[in-house]
């Protein structure tokens, strides 16, 4: 089974900037498509940004479109999350995930997880 592993969180001014990183194991991160959820205290897990297998398209939650970027390099195993002009409702933690699926527009799970890297963003 794959493995996952986030790094890049941490504790930032509102309106700052962060970079999530995740390393996947394995010979076949190119198969999947790759993802981010994040989870705040109190909340379910909620979709944040998803990648197709060869970056060709990319898909946001609403309350992200036009701030994050998801990004991915296949030769690398990495996949990238780049958080521009952060609040602090974007306080979570985050997610790496496996093949996230998907029923219509609605993004409810994924294949595996990463074991999460915990973002703040101070006001």
């Known amino acids: 089974q794959v493995q996952l592993v986030e790094s890049g969180g941490g504790l930032v001014q509102a309106g700052g900037s962060l970079r999530l990183s995740c390393a996947a194991s394995?010979?076949?991160?190119?198969?999947?498509?790759m993802g981010w959820f994040r989870q705040a205290p109190g909340k379910e897990r909620e979709f944040v940004a998803a990648?197709?297998?060869?970056?060709?398209?990319?898909y946001y939650a609403d309350s992200v479109k036009g701030r994050f970027t998801i990004s991915r390099v296949n030769a690398k195993n990495m996949v990238y999350l780049q958080m521009n002009s952060l609040k602090p409702e974007d306080t979570a933690v985050y997610y790496c995930a496996e093949e996230p699926m998907r029923s219509g527009s609605r993004w409810y799970g994924a294949r595996s997880w990463g074991q999460g890297t915990q973002v703040t963003v101070s006001s």
């Open positions: 394995g010979s076949t991160f190119s198969s999947y498509g």
């Open positions: 990648i197709t297998r060869f970056g060709i398209t990319t």
